[in-house]
């Protein structure tokens, strides 16, 4: 055990490379993108969840054959585009653009511009994890120790992971739209996912990133193709305390599993419809309807269907619904809607005639601009319950800094939605009051931010509503990637979650993240299911300060 821990110090100390320390940038740049690539199809929408549990591996062996920090970051920048290059691009549904009046081949160059400058954008912080993991003095195991080096590296290099990815990229500071993180490619791993009630969405990238460190810590003990890890502070060898590791880490999984079933077990127990009135007589079973109008982006900004048609499509749908609750997708209500005869009445006469709820995805004309938002209508008052979007989306609902440089073409930054209608956005949360309950509503991205809607059931919220409008991006997989947050959002706040789409995906999801209801992308219709209005909150959920 010893006498090769000698070897290897001696054969450092006279300068031998490893194999990958030896091999040019050149050639590991290409390998680093081509890993990210395969890392990107873990990602929702290409559903090889089971990637996301490997795919980073390669990247930590590379690191630990790397000879300067700017090689490091060079690695983790390639690795980072390859990743977000396949796991973002959806961006690329936003086709020719020519609802904004670009021709046809200007506007496919736009989409593909803001696709590659989005996954360069959001690779930063992997080159970050890259140039800290490298930095960083680290040694093999899960133990610290009080001589260099010092740091752990099975708790570390995690640890690094979240802080970016779940501290750094959802900032205002940043201005991502992180859709995309590691833990949402397991919105099916329903046991698994349970962990998020405790720790949030990014314990379960912890567990992620540690499970690729321990397979990587493996790989370099057996192929000695890198620079191995410092010696372990348990004085286990290191090829049997890689071992160690990663069966510790195998077995804590499996745990986290079966704790996880558990867990659903109980819930679904207590939201059992047959009996949930018995068990709480605040939680009735209340019947829902999602409405699919199925409305595209050439419809609405080109006039190709005329507002009163949109609103009889709407009518329609509507008509004759035996559910006490209708949701309808974000901006079905903007001003030409809100003109009599058209959705705004159709959807009041509902109301307070039939006696049901309706909440909607409505634009609003404020004194100083545009709001998007979402209102309640209820049969029990008149007033109007009205919650405004916290969080907008960039370029489309506004200006970042950058956006005013002069060396942008005017004729480029004319088209651009949020240089001709300037949205406000809200400083907090307001909960609209049901008849049943509190609900907590968001629009459309806000729910990839778990803060967001964590503060609402902090709040009271008992049901969480989110109202999107995926025309912009046609048929892409945002529709999966977005759906995936939701069922996240869902189990870390044990709440019902209503995603109304205008185009699709529309859900209803339970308090253990399960689907009982989803629509098909791209289609007109309705979902017809059951929800009720929840009180209990999860540790996650009562944590403030996240």
């Not at 790989?219 to 071992?243: C, K, P």
Request: hydrophobic share 45%; net charge positive; charged share 15%.
């Amino acid at each position: 055990m010893f006498s090769k821990q000698v070897v290897r110090d001696t054969t450092e100390l006279f300068g031998r490379k490893t194999a990958l320390q030896r091999l040019g940038v050149g050639y590991k740049l290409p390998v680093a993108f081509f890993f990210g690539c395969l890392f990107g199809l873990s990602s929702a929408g290409f559903e090889l969840w089971w990637l996301a549990w490997i795919g980073l591996a390669p990247l930590l062996v590379l690191l630990r054959g790397v000879n300067s920090k700017l090689e490091a970051a060079s690695v983790g920048l390639a690795f980072g585009v390859g990743y977000h290059g396949v796991s973002l691009s959806w961006y690329l549904g936003l086709g020719t653009l020519s609802w904004l009046g670009f021709h046809e081949i200007l506007g496919t160059q736009i989409s593909m511009f803001i696709w590659i400058l989005e996954s360069f954008h959001q690779a930063l912080l992997i080159a970050g994890f890259a140039t800290l993991v490298y930095c960083l003095p680290l040694r093999a195991g899960f133990l610290p120790n009080i001589e260099r080096p010092f740091f752990p590296y099975l708790l570390s290099t995690p640890l690094i992971w979240v802080f970016l990815q779940w501290m750094i990229a959802p900032s205002e500071i940043f201005v991502g739209l992180p859709i995309n993180q590691l833990a949402y490619s397991q919105y099916k791993q329903l046991p698994l996912i349970q962990l998020a009630s405790i720790g949030g969405s990014g314990s379960i990238d912890f567990i992620i990133v540690l499970v690729n460190a321990t397979i990587a810590n493996l790989f370099l003990e057996v192929s000695h193709s890198a620079r191995r890890l410092g010696a372990r502070t348990d004085n286990f060898s290191t090829r049997f305390g890689g071992l160690f590791d990663f069966t510790v880490t195998i077995i804590a999984l499996i745990g986290i599993c079966s704790w996880g079933n558990t867990r659903i077990a109980a819930i679904n127990e207590r939201i059992d419809a047959a009996t949930a009135m018995a068990l709480d007589s605040h939680s009735p079973p209340v019947s829902v309807a999602v409405v699919q109008g199925n409305v595209t982006i050439e419809e609405e900004r080109l006039n190709i269907s005329k507002p009163t048609d949109i609103a009889k499509r709407y009518s329609t749908l509507c008509a004759n619904l035996g559910s006490s609750m209708l949701c309808l997708p974000e901006g079905a209500i903007n001003a030409a809607q809100m003109q009599p005869g058209c959705l705004l009445s159709i959807l009041k006469n509902i109301v307070f005639k039939q006696k049901k709820e309706v909440i909607v995805g409505t634009i609003e004309t404020l004194q100083n601009g545009l709001a998007n938002g979402a209102e309640l209508i209820t049969p029990a008052r008149q007033s109007r319950d009205l919650y405004l979007k916290q969080r907008l989306v960039p370029l489309g609902e506004f200006a970042p800094q950058f956006f005013n440089d002069e060396r942008i073409p005017n004729r480029v930054r004319s088209r651009i939605p949020a240089s001709r209608e300037s949205y406000l956005s809200a400083h907090s949360a307001q909960l609209a009051k049901s008849q049943y309950g509190k609900v907590g509503m968001s629009v459309y991205i806000e729910l990839i931010y778990p803060k967001l809607i964590a503060d609402e059931v902090r709040n009271g919220a008992s049901l969480l509503v989110n109202v999107s409008n995926l025309a912009w991006f046609h048929n892409a997989s945002i529709n999966r990637q977005l759906l995936a947050a939701a069922v996240l959002r869902s189990v870390e706040n044990e709440r019902y979650l209503v995603l109304t789409a205008n185009t699709g995906i529309s859900a209803v999801i339970d308090p253990t993240g399960m689907i009982n209801s989803m629509s098909l992308p791209g289609r007109r219709g309705v979902l017809l299911n059951t929800i009720q209005f929840l009180y209990s909150k999860t540790p996650f959920s009562k944590m403030w300060w996240l």
